[in-house]
């Protein structure tokens, strides 16, 4: 296969991507039938980590518009940026400090959201960080930042409010996963991971609280137009380590991401518009692909042909003819 073909393939799975996506107006119609969504929404107060950027942002102002109390969080280091940040109806919203990797912490800080509200009816567990990376480089201590707050820290959040629910016998817990959770990608391996794992802990969260009336569900984005990409980790002395065997492998991947990123309809706003959609349904799903591009890639996973996806999608990835250094 030539060069030329391959990046005919890096085309394709990019013409893909954008058929997949449609402008939001047309969203809202696409989803607007069979949502079952009822007419009149209870205010709900909100608990919403790694809310001062992205979707975390967008959460934070569509439930303000919607009438619910916010408690959006943030690491000390950043918890000013809500100073400067506009959001509507200011008066139902409160900052939190709280590290989701300070696991230590999460059950002080659940009694002292408990004993200021009175009450949790909503956990949305935003807060994440990616890391870019092939496997070889990654470093047991990376590996651990990684899960530690993709997946352990809101598993420690998530029990630290559980006995309130349980106790009370409602409540929703809504966790932002990806679509990294159904399929894996170069580079991102450790982030993949991270997001399997919180995909199976959920699921199996989902039948575990179905007794006691608290709902369970995971949110897949696909690709999503912002600036999110360029806010990656990678590990000590990546760039020397670049240079060795997987050079292609980052200099492909970073700019097809960036393209999918910059050409995707789906933003920050739409995400959040869908996932707070949610406490208006009468039946919650356990799973929401909140971008179009996420169902298509949901159906690829499910009905393309065992056999042939992974080829597939391995002929799809940009330049891999270059990829093994000579």
């Avoid at 979707?55 to 934070?60: E, K, N, T």
């Avoid at 006691?212 to 137009?225: A, S």
């Avoid at 949901?298 to 000579?326: A, D, E, Q």
């Amino acid at each position: 296969m030539t060069e030329t073909k391959t990046s005919n393939h890096a085309s394709l799975l990019i013409s893909i991507h954008r058929i997949a996506v449609v402008p939001i107006s047309n969203q809202k119609l696409l989803f607007s039938v069979g949502e079952n969504v009822e007419t009149s929404t209870k205010h709900k107060t909100i608990l919403i980590t790694g809310a001062t950027t992205g979707i975390g942002l967008a959460l934070v102002r569509e439930a303000l518009y919607n009438g619910h109390v916010v408690i959006g969080t943030a690491r000390e280091s950043s918890i000013s940026r809500f100073d400067n940040i506009q959001l509507p109806h200011r008066e139902r919203f409160h900052p939190l400090v709280l590290d989701i990797a300070d696991i230590e912490s999460h059950e002080r800080i659940a009694a002292a959201v408990l004993s200021k509200h009175g009450h949790l009816d909503v956990l949305i567990n935003n807060a994440g960080i990616s890391y870019r990376a092939v496997v070889e480089h990654m470093t047991e201590q990376d590996e651990l930042r990684q899960l530690r707050v993709n997946y352990l820290g809101p598993m420690s959040l998530t029990r630290s409010f559980l006995p309130y629910m349980r106790e009370h016998g409602r409540g929703h817990i809504i966790t932002i996963s990806s679509v990294s959770g159904m399929m894996a990608m170069p580079t991102m391996s450790s982030y993949s991971a991270s997001k399997f794992a919180i995909e199976g802990a959920m699921e199996a969260l989902y039948y575990e609280m179905k007794p006691w009336n608290i709902n369970v569900t995971l949110v897949q984005p696909g690709f999503v137009n912002s600036d999110s990409f360029r806010n990656v980790y990678y590990p000590v002395d990546i760039e020397a380590k670049k240079k060795v065997a997987y050079a292609n492998y980052y200099s492909s991947m970073s700019k097809f991401i960036e393209r999918l990123m910059n050409n995707a309809y789906a933003t920050p706003e739409s995400v959040a518009r869908k996932v707070i959609g949610l406490l208006r349904r009468k039946r919650i799903p356990i799973r929401l692909q909140p971008t179009l591009d996420a169902i298509v890639f949901l159906t690829l996973r499910r009905f393309f042909p065992r056999r042939l996806y992974h080829p597939f999608l391995y002929r799809m990835l940009p330049g891999v003819k270059s990829w093994r250094n000579k």
